[in-house]
């Protein structure tokens, strides 16, 4: 069946429901004839007959941009975030498009009324904020308007903007020089608020350990004794422990760890001499009398006792 039809009278009408979006025009052939009796002669006539369908405002707009799209975070301030692009199919003013954002996130994106183009006009930083879902209207200018809106997910990707910061600036630790070596002393912790291989960090001494006695595990950070240690020869070692990350172009910061040895009574006294000769007439008269002064060494002190 149909969209029209004509009855006997020749008055056309609407069969169905008609949509200008699908079809705005139909020509239709109107024929009409006479009804003299048989067996004369039947006369006919033909007209064509054009349909303009005028529009409606009875389509809302419909997005085709996409719902995901991502920016770095130091994407400067300006810079097209996306463009947001909707169709209508009405015609005329019914068609006519205009964006806006719905509740906008932390005034850092604006969008163009006519173009759809959302600019970011504020600084981002994805330690604070990692996403934000912007919702996007399209309103056309049909009497009256008709809308639709889209959220879009704007993923913030991170750069390598933050160090791997020491926990503190100063650690200290005392231990006796005979302690074993591969034992654990200290462990130093540093952290960095980038993701990805941004923010893993790496541990590393990059000074005060000329004699290589200690070593650090580079991924956890913990300080052992790599070597024996002697008090009497260094009391004590200032490290400069680094952290980096690994980024592209790593960022680092420093750490400074104090290690003192404690004594421990390892070494036993010698004499300066050895063996000790000495000459006693029989006849000496004043007793008690003092006829040899014997010294020792200490290392452990290096104090001197005299007997």
């Not at 068609?95 to 509740?103: N, V």
């Not at 399209?138 to 308007?145: E, I, L, M, R, W």
């Not at 172009?249 to 400074?256: E, F, G, I, K, W």
């Not at 452990?300 to 006792?305: F, K, N, V």
Request: hydrophobic residues 35%; aromatic residues 6%; proline residues 7%.
């Amino acid at each position: 069946m149909g969209h029209f039809g004509i009855d006997n009278s020749g008055v056309l009408s609407i069969q169905q429901p008609l949509d200008r979006e699908s079809q705005s025009f139909y020509s239709l052939v109107v024929q009409v004839h006479d009804m003299a009796p048989l067996p004369a002669s039947r006369y006919t006539s033909t007209a064509q007959v054009s349909i303009i369908l005028l529009d409606v405002n009875d389509s809302p707009p419909s997005f085709i941009s996409p719902k995901l799209t991502y920016i770095p975070e130091n994407t400067p301030i300006d810079t097209i975030v996306f463009k947001a692009q909707a169709t209508d199919p009405d015609s005329g003013p019914n068609s006519y498009i205009e964006y806006s954002l719905l509740r906008p996130l932390g005034n850092k994106f604006s969008i163009g009324t006519i173009d759809g183009e959302v600019r970011l006009i504020g600084e981002l930083d994805r330690e604070a904020v990692s996403n934000y879902t912007l919702t996007v209207v399209a309103t056309d200018k049909g009497q009256p308007s008709l809308s639709s809106s889209t959220d879009v997910v704007v993923i913030v990707l991170d750069i390598n903007d933050n160090n791997p910061l020491f926990a503190q600036k100063l650690y200290r630790v005392e231990l006796e020089e005979n302690t074993l070596t591969g034992t654990d002393l200290i462990q130093v912790l540093a952290t960095d608020g980038d993701e990805g291989t941004n923010g893993q960090v790496r541990y590393s001494i990059v000074s005060g350990d000329t004699g290589n006695q200690f070593r650090i595990d580079s991924v956890t950070g913990v300080i052992t004794v790599a070597k024996p240690l002697d008090r009497e020869k260094k009391p004590s070692y200032t490290l400069t422990v680094q952290s980096s990350d690994r980024g592209s172009s790593p960022r680092t910061d420093t750490t400074t760890v104090n290690i003192v040895l404690k004594d421990v009574n390892d070494y036993v006294p010698t004499f300066e001499l050895s063996p000790y000769n000495v000459n006693v007439p029989e006849n000496l008269e004043t007793l008690p009398k003092v006829i040899l002064q014997v010294s020792t060494l200490n290392k452990l002190t290096c104090i001197g006792y005299n007997y």
